[in-house]
Each structure stands twice: as C-alpha cells, then as structure tokens.
C-alpha cells in the first residue's frame, strides 16, 4: 500500500527562525525513505485551507514583530476550523512563537497582547530576560498516542525565547527539564500536549536532532490516515542517536 499524507506548513513567511524550516525537511526526507509521499500546504495570511484534509501541521518560531503580522490572521481565519481539527487528533508540532498563539494568549515584554486560537490550555507572558541555550528534555507518558516514542526518551534542542508559558489543567507537559529552561524557567516543565497537538521551546531543528519524535508524529499521522495496521519501516538513525546521545551526555552529565 502507498501512503500519501499533507502536512500544513503554518507562515513559512513570517515565522521561521532558528532554523525551524528543518523540520519540514526532516519529515519530507523519512517519508521519502519509505516512500511515503508528503504533500505540502503552505499557509499563509488568507489562505483558505481544507483542514480535514490535513494530516500533519507544522508551525514554526517567529519574533514578536512576525507573530504580530499574522496573529489576527491566524486566530479569526484558521482559528475555528483548526480548533475542530485538534479536536480530531490532527497531527501538530508548534514550536517556541507557534506554541504560543496556540494558546489563549502572549502578552509580550513591551505589554502588546497577542491573542492566540485558545486551542491548548496554556499562556504566555513576557519577560526582561530572554532564555537561552541547549535543552535537554524528558519526554513525559503522553496521552494518546499510538507511536513508538518510549517514555523517558531524551530530547534535545535550543531554547532562545523572552515569553515564559504556563500550563492550565487541559494540556500535560511534554515533558521534564534536565538541562536548560523550558516552558518558563520555573516549574521545570517544558512544552504541552494536547490530544496530538505538541508546543515546546525546542529549536534546533528539533526532528532532525530527535530522530524518535520524527517518526513519532509520522507514526501518528500515518494510523489517524490508515488505521493500526500503518507502520513504519525503521531506518538507520546512527548518527543522529550518537549526535543526541552527546549533547545529553555533555549538558546533563557535565
Ligand atoms: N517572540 C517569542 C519570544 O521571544 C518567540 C521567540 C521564538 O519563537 N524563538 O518569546
């Protein structure tokens, strides 16, 4: 059988620091390998998407500036459909300026208040003090899920973010901070899960520095399309496991 899965990418234009764009090509790249094809969906300011058609959406990091340009944009023409689209289990990785307009609000460090489509049950306020630096996380036992990312998973990335994020009761952490400062810099969690909508603080590219999370997320996407029975061959990840394996080793263990 050959799989064919749509993956939305959320203002390619206006959010896509740090590298974030990486993780579209990580999940283009390991659904090549297997000979999935992965159909993008640009969206930008007005598009008009057809969200049930969507398996996996991807949105990006961005500067207040970037997050103010499309803020509007996002809560009053996706917000609604969208939100019926997490209700349905799509498949969604937000990361760092993403993960928070996904929540109910961000009020930046300068007081702008940024409305975000209140589809996870989190928020975010601005600090003086920007949070920067290697993360290293400990995946959490997220609800859910159907894929193969083992609980206690280490993951690693790169945090540079002034709004600190607090979790309501609606959403769980994705997961412990072993090293770095994560969703505030406070609780020692970092990221939230919702259904199967992720947000975290982890740049980095993310996907390709956690090969495990990648598949994960495809896994997910691919039995929400398929059914159980939808599985994904393994590949040989290596270099990337030793890449992961050291910067934990370094962050965490000194
Ligand atoms: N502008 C947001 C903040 O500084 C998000 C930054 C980012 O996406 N890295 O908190």
């Not at 489509?117 to 975010?124: K, L, N, P, R």
């Not at 399309?225 to 000194?254: F, I, K, N, S, W």
Request: a negative charge; one cysteine or more; hydrophobic letters at 40%.
């Amino acid at each position: 059988m050959s799989y064919r899965l749509r993956l939305a990418h959320l203002y390619p234009d206006q959010m896509n620091i740090y590298g974030d764009r990486g993780n579209i090509l990580t999940l283009t790249q390991r659904c090549a390998w297997r000979g999935i094809e992965l159909e993008l969906v640009p969206v930008g300011v007005g598009a008009a998407i057809d969200w049930p058609s969507i398996d996996m959406a991807f949105f990006g990091g961005g500067q207040d500036s970037g997050q103010a340009l499309i803020a509007d944009d996002f809560v009053r023409h996706q917000g609604p459909q969208l939100r019926e689209a997490i209700e349905d289990n799509l498949v969604l990785l937000s990361i760092c300026g993403g993960y928070q307009l996904l929540g109910h609000y961000f009020l930046t460090h300068t007081g702008e208040r940024l409305p975000g489509v209140g589809a996870i049950d989190v928020h975010t306020v601005g600090g003086s003090v920007r949070l920067i630096g290697n993360i290293v996380v400990e995946a959490g036992d997220w609800p859910g899920a159907a894929g193969t990312l083992a609980p206690g998973t280490r993951l690693v990335g790169f945090e540079n973010h002034s709004g600190r994020t607090y979790l309501g009761a609606g959403v769980r952490p994705m997961g412990r901070v072993l090293a770095g400062h994560g969703n505030n810099g406070e609780d020692g969690t970092e990221g939230a899960v919702y259904r199967n909508t992720f947000g975290c603080y982890m740049h980095g590219s993310l996907l390709p520095k956690n090969p495990q999370f990648a598949d994960y997320l495809i896994g997910l996407a691919l039995q929400r399309r398929y059914g159980a029975g939808a599985t994904l061959a393994p590949l040989d990840d290596g270099l990337e496991l030793v890449a992961q394996r050291t910067m934990v080793d370094r962050l965490v263990h000194g």
